[in-house]
């Protein structure tokens, strides 16, 4: 699309008519003086291009130049793929849309309807909410007349070339008034929610504040209001109780029943004293009644006493006499007795003395020989004792068995080795037949045969001496065996001490006879000394000699004292004593308890006789006291009072119904609680009255402050302060909704733009900073510069460079749209103001080359800036 | 003949908490003004006895400075003022009457006893005193039994409503229409029914002075009764108050619409002292309804006493609405976002249309500093 010629008239500034026409293919300068209406054109261009031509808005009105009435009316050819386009638009009065090209005319709706086609956005697209889908041609071409208007860099404070970029394309995608709107919503929530916590603040804050004061001054209302209504309850109800109250203390009703109940009372009273009275005198009769009945029972009793005891009496009185003479006789024959026994008793014990002197005469007598006896025994038993040592201390000691059978085997041992010795003996038979001295084994030998026996030393005078030795058959020789035999027999005899083995068994035999005559003395001694009971002697020689040394010193008796005495006569006597006494005995207790007897039955007999006499006599004293008067008078009085009797009870009878028809306690009870009732009331009406007071001056106090008024205006406003609080909420969620809704449209557009825009651009920017190569981040993000071999950071980036990426990025948009085969027209207004020559002339060179791709139309009051470059020139 | 002035229903002390606090206490120095303008009335008409049928007072308990100012109004006239309890300042021991008898001058009469007195020569009123805030029972049964010389002027006085218009049977404090003929009553004053109402030749709602919400729009008025023995009483309306509550329903489609109402309204009130409760509806342009709600705001509002307005207008966003906002970029985006949300007809729908509505007038904002 290329642009031809522009009209204008009564636009803005443009009360005239204005064309501007000439434009080339390539780049065209329209130069012009400042204030003569650059911005006005840009808007002209907007305006056909896009704003309907029927809209009547602010901004359709503001077309309109200042005070005029007039139609605002823009023109505009143009070139689209060969072919050449005319739209013409009429705003506010008589609003028109003209189109006119190589495929016909559009008029009104139509053309607006082909327009959008043509630009490539068509009607129900171009509004759709996803930005890549509605067309970018259609989004450059609108927005550019206004987007590629550059701002002076230092309105918006740019860091970075990102930064720069971003603000670039977000100028283009909305530009200012998306930063003024999003601005004003901020402003406006900022002051409802922190932006950050989405807490209520400001505005909102203070009318919850405000809720919470109405919440609370309306449940203090109630509160007061309800302690005024219950008080107004309460007097009415105090109000109430106390007439009631008093309408019962007045009750006439009331007083009528109380004068009944007492009259009642009286009566009832006066009928109990009636019956106590008649009780009383019931009782007095019946017990009258009762004594004399008692009277005559008694009588009755004694009479009857009186004759048992007659009778009683009558029968004792026969046979009295004749018990009475059993019972001495019984007496006297026991006297009698008792006597006897007595005598008999004296005899007995006569002799027992008797015989007792006498057993202790034959005592001291039999003790005295029994003594005489020890002593004689004492004399034996030393004799005894004296041979006892003789013969111990002569017998031999005796060899045991085991030596004297030794003995026995050695002797014989000897004896056979003189037998063996005797069989091969040698024998010399000893001739003397001078007086040379022969001596046999230095001993001066006699004639005769006599044997050798081994080494023998014959010694013949001093003419010789022969060795006999015994033949060595064995070693040894017989006469040594024997010799060997007779030392064994002989050191076994030594160490026994005794001579020979006869000799031992001789000391043995006398030994065994000492021995046998030992005991025999033993035996003696033992026989002497056996035990004498009678003297207090034990068995045993000691205790003999005991005995006798302590009796020493008492002389032996000197005569038999007792041998004379007749010790069975006295027995005999005595014995006789005894069954005599006991015969006595016998008789005196049959005697006894014949007596106990009689006695008893005596003594009976006089206790049954002394209480009848005492019965009858107390009986007759009785019945003489009391029939005095006369029985039959008594009769007569029981009589009269049995019938007084039954009259007084009848008269009780009747006393006892009348006090039952008024019961007493009941009445009394019923009339305290009756008066009870009234003293309560009484008081309960005197505290009323003290509440009644209270709650009067309670009301009083409250009544006039209105608190029912106050309530419903408390009530009210908190109604009210709650709807405007709830309003506020709304107004918050809805400007949240709005903010989050252009944050979102933000994000998406910077997101949908940024990286394809910073691509293109880059190619341009490497050639304004001649040898720099451009870093991206991983989100296309430009973040550096590299220049000269040395990365420069791309911060506070100066105006100049600002703005020259503000024009680039425009060419990136352009580029971008030529790429989708969509060219537009690249119109700048006032470009490069900043920029120093070295730049200026690569700028001026890459929009050269660009016009060779696109249109481009430089808007400028700067003629000189351009002057060098090859372009179509326009003048306004 | 008498000539009396009946009046009612002057709910003195009525707190009005909703509204602000200057049209507050506009409203409340309102009625007590009205007392004044009444005793203007009887100076000029030569009227010797008002009759007060009922709720004096807005409640049982108004403050002190309500009675008093009451009192002191009433004092300043030459009249007698015989007053009956109504439903909401009813009778009951040690309350507000109580207080009101202790404050009150010779020439103001509590009736809060169901006897006749005699007012004039001739001349007896009948109350009908509310004795309690509910009752079924008709309260001016006692008027047939209360007996008056022969010959005698009879007046009623009564507080209550003719016909249940809850039509439950359970209205309270019921008056039969027919009360005045069947008590022979030569006049019955009523009370209860804020506006003007003639119920029969002899039987009058006087309607409140001084008018005191949206409920009726009748203009405050008060009866002047000329009641002549044996003949209908002659019965006159009189206008006395000052404010005027209205409630319109407008159902708008285009800015016109809206300026058509004021115009109407205005032709047919005095705007400044009108109360207004409005009640919006209608889709609408966002453009209109922005211009409609700038033209409530800064305009119809400011013209009235009070403008209490239940805004539920649609916004229809038509092409140039959304156009004005942006016709591209960002700004389209976001608009169209909320178009489509508002018209989901989701939860967030109505939030959605208001926030259009704001970036519209915010988005026209920016633009007209952008001409700048």
């Keep these: 699309m290329k642009i031809r010629e522009i009209e204008i008239n009564n636009f803005r500034k443009f009360r005239q008519p204005k064309t501007i026409s000439g434009f080339s293919d390539g780049l065209n300068i329209v130069v012009e003086p400042n204030e003569t209406g650059k911005s006005t054109i840009l808007e002209a261009l907007r305006a056909a291009l896009f704003i309907r031509h029927s809209a009547k808005t602010e901004l359709t009105r503001s077309f309109c130049p200042?005070?005029?009435?007039?139609?605002?009316?823009?023109?505009?050819?143009?070139?689209?793929?060969?072919?050449?386009?005319?739209?013409?638009?009429?705003?506010?009065?008589?609003?028109?849309?003209?189109?006119?090209?190589?495929?016909?005319?559009f008029e009104s709706d139509a053309a607006e309807e082909r327009l959008q086609e043509m630009f490539g956005f068509e009607r129900g697209n171009n509004r759709g909410t996803d930005l890549e889908t509605r067309g970018p041609l259609g989004l450059l071409w609108v927005e550019q007349t206004s987007a590629l208007k550059i701002e002076a860099p230092s309105a918006r404070v740019c860091d970075t070339v990102r930064s720069a970029l971003e603000g670039e394309i977000g100028a283009i995608l909305g530009g200012r008034r998306f930063e003024a709107v999003r601005a004003a919503v901020e402003t406006a929530y900022a002051d409802l929610r922190t932006v950050k916590s989405g807490r209520s603040t400001g505005r909102l804050q203070n009318a919850e504040a405000r809720l919470a004061q109405a919440k609370a001054a309306r449940a203090s209302a109630e509160e007061q209001v309800q302690a005024y209504e219950s008080s107004l309850t309460e007097l009415e109800m105090a109000r109430t109780r106390k007439r009631l109250i008093e309408r019962d203390l007045a009750d006439p009703e009331q007083k009528t029943r109380r004068q009944q109940l007492q009259s009642d009372l009286r009566l009832g009273e006066d009928a109990a004293i009636k019956l106590t009275a008649a009780q009383a005198r019931h009782d007095e009769t019946r017990a009258k009644l009762t004594s004399l009945e008692g009277q005559l029972s008694r009588i009755a009793t004694a009479r009857t006493v009186q004759a048992t005891a007659g009778a009683v009496l009558a029968k004792f009185s026969e046979r009295n006499?004749?018990?009475?003479?059993?019972?001495?006789?019984?007496?006297?024959?026991?006297?009698?007795?008792?006597?006897?026994l007595a005598s008999a008793r004296a005899a007995r014990n006569k002799l027992d003395r008797s015989v007792r002197d006498a057993r202790t005469a034959l005592g001291v007598r039999t003790r005295a020989v029994a003594i005489n006896g020890a002593r004689t025994r004492l004399a034996e038993l030393e004799g005894l004792e004296a041979e006892l040592k003789t013969v111990e201390a002569e017998a031999p000691g005796a060899l045991d068995a085991d030596a004297i059978a030794e003995l026995e085997r050695l002797d014989r041992a000897v004896v056979a080795a003189r037998a063996i010795a005797s069989a091969n003996a040698v024998a010399v038979n000893v001739q003397i037949h001078d007086e040379t001295a022969i001596r046999i084994d230095g001993a001066p030998a006699g004639p005769g045969l006599r044997p050798l026996g081994g080494r023998t030393v014959i010694e013949i005078g001093r003419h010789a001496t022969l060795t006999l030795l015994p033949s060595a058959a064995d070693g040894v020789s017989a006469a040594a065996r024997e010799g060997a035999a007779e030392d064994a027999l002989a050191t076994t005899l030594a160490r026994h001490r005794v001579n020979s083995l006869a000799d031992a068994v001789s000391r043995n035999e006398l030994a065994r006879r000492a021995a046998d005559r030992v005991a025999g003395i033993r035996r003696q001694i033992t026989t002497l000394c056996v035990a004498e009971t009678t003297i207090g002697l034990d068995a045993g020689p000691a205790a003999l000699k005991l005995l006798v040394s302590s009796l020493s010193k008492v002389p032996p008796p000197e005569e038999d004292i007792a041998a004379s005495a007749d010790f069975a006569a006295l027995d005999a006597a005595l014995s006789a004593a005894i069954d005599a006494e006991q015969e006595t005995v016998g008789r005196h207790e049959v005697a006894t308890e014949a007596l106990r007897q009689s006695e008893t039955e005596t003594a009976e007999r006089r206790r049954k006789i002394a209480l009848a006499e005492r019965d009858l006599e107390t009986a007759s004293a009785q019945l003489e006291q009391m029939t005095a008067g006369g029985v039959e008078t008594l009769e007569t009085k029981v009589l009269n009072l049995r019938e007084e009797l039954q009259r007084r009870r009848n008269t009780l009878g009747e006393a006892n119904t009348a006090a039952t028809t008024f019961e007493v306690a009941v009445i009394r009870s019923r009339l305290e609680n009756m008066l009870r009732a009234d003293e309560k009331a009484r008081r309960e009406r005197e505290d009323l009255i003290a509440t009644i007071a209270g709650l009067e001056a309670t009301i009083q106090r409250l009544g006039p402050k209105g608190l029912p008024g106050v309530l419903a205006n408390a009530v009210e406003e908190e109604q009210a302060t709650a709807e405007g609080l709830q309003r506020l909420i709304e107004e918050a969620d809805m400007l949240a909704l709005l903010r989050n809704t252009l944050a979102?449209?933000?994000?998406?557009?910077?997101?949908?733009?940024?990286?394809?825009?910073?691509?293109?651009?880059?190619?341009?920017?490497?050639?304004?900073?001649p040898g720099s190569d451009l870093t991206f981040d991983e989100r296309l993000s430009l973040t550096s510069i590299t220049r000269g071999g040395l990365t420069e950071n791309t911060d506070n980036l100066s105006r100049g460079t600002q703005e020259q990426l503000a024009v680039l990025t425009r060419l990136a948009f352009a580029d971008l749209l030529l790429d989708r085969g969509s060219p537009v027209s690249l119109i700048l207004d006032d470009p490069l103001v900043y920029s120093d020559d070295a730049r200026l002339d690569a700028m001026t060179d890459i929009l050269t080359e660009a016009s060779a791709r696109v249109q481009v139309i430089l808007l400028t009051c700067r003629e000189r800036a351009f002057r060098h470059l090859d372009a179509r020139r326009i003048l306004l | 003949m008498i000539r009396i002035l009946h009046t009612a229903d002057w709910h003195l002390g009525k707190p009005f908490g909703r509204l602000p606090a200057d049209i507050r206490a506009a409203l409340t120095e309102a009625?007590?003004?009205?007392?004044?303008?009444?005793?203007?009335?009887?100076?000029?008409?030569?009227?010797?006895?008002?009759?007060?049928?009922?709720?004096?007072?807005?409640?049982?308990?108004?403050?002190?400075?309500?009675?008093?100012?009451?009192?002191?109004?009433?004092?300043?006239g030459t009249c007698h003022w015989w007053l009956i309890p109504g439903n909401h300042d009813h009778a009951r021991s040690d309350g507000l009457w109580a207080r009101f008898r202790r404050r009150a001058a010779g020439n103001v009469h509590v009736l809060d006893r169901p006897e006749p007195v005699e007012i004039e020569d001739g001349a007896w009123v009948l109350p009908a005193p509310v004795q309690f805030l509910r009752t079924t029972d008709d309260p001016t049964e006692a008027m047939s039994s209360m007996t008056t010389p022969p010959g005698a002027m009879r007046i009623g006085i009564a507080h209550g409503p003719i016909v249940?218009?809850?039509?439950?049977?359970?209205?309270?404090?019921?008056?039969?229409?027919?009360?005045?003929?069947?008590?022979?009553l030569d006049y019955l004053a009523l009370g209860d029914w804020h506006g003007y109402q003639l119920v029969n030749s002899r039987t009058a709602y006087s309607g409140?002075?001084?008018?005191?919400?949206?409920?009726?729009?009748?203009?405050?008025?008060?009866?002047?009764?000329?009641?002549?023995?044996?003949?209908?009483?002659l019965i006159e309306r009189v206008d006395i108050g000052r404010y005027r509550w209205l409630s319109r329903s407008w159902s708008l489609t285009k800015i016109a619409d809206y300026e058509h109402e004021v115009r109407t309204l205005a032709g047919s009130v005095e705007m400044t002292a009108a109360l207004l409760h409005l009640r919006l509806d209608g889709a609408v342009s966002l453009a209109d309804c922005a211009a409609i709600r700038a033209a409530l705001n800064d305009g119809l509002a400011h013209r009235l006493r009070w403008l209490s307005c239940d805004d539920k207008l649609m916004i229809t966003p038509t092409d140039d609405d959304i156009a004005s906002i942006d016709v591209q970029g960002m700004l389209a985006v976001a608009s169209s976002r909320l178009r489509d949300i508002a018209s989901s007809g989701g939860a967030q729908a109505e939030r959605a249309s208001r926030a259009l509505e704001r970036l519209y007038v915010e988005a026209l904002r920016a633009g007209s500093e952008d001409a700048r």
């Design chain 2, 208 to 233: 409140t002075p001084e008018p005191d919400s949206f409920m009726r729009e009748d203009a405050g008025a008060v009866v002047v009764a000329e009641v002549r023995p044996g003949a209908e009483p």
């Design chain 2, 164 to 184: 249940d218009f809850a039509a439950r049977g359970e209205a309270n404090n019921l008056v039969p229409a027919d009360r005045a003929t069947r008590s022979g």
């Design chain 1, 744 to 769: 979102k449209a933000a994000d998406d557009a910077s997101r949908t733009f940024l990286g394809p825009v910073t691509r293109r651009a880059a190619h341009y920017i490497s050639r304004i900073v």
């Design chain 2, 31 to 76: 009625r007590f003004d009205a007392i004044d303008r009444l005793t203007g009335l009887t100076r000029h008409r030569r009227i010797d006895h008002v009759i007060v049928a009922g709720d004096m007072f807005d409640n049982t308990d108004p403050g002190d400075r309500v009675v008093i100012q009451a009192l002191a109004r009433m004092a300043a």
């Design chain 1, 66 to 105: 200042t005070g005029d009435d007039v139609a605002p009316r823009v023109a505009l050819t143009f070139e689209i793929d060969g072919g050449i386009w005319r739209l013409e638009k009429q705003f506010l009065r008589s609003a028109a849309a003209k189109l006119s090209g190589p495929s016909g005319r």
């Design chain 1, 321 to 340: 006499e004749e018990a009475e003479v059993a019972h001495e006789a019984a007496v006297a024959i026991e006297a009698e007795l008792r006597i006897a």
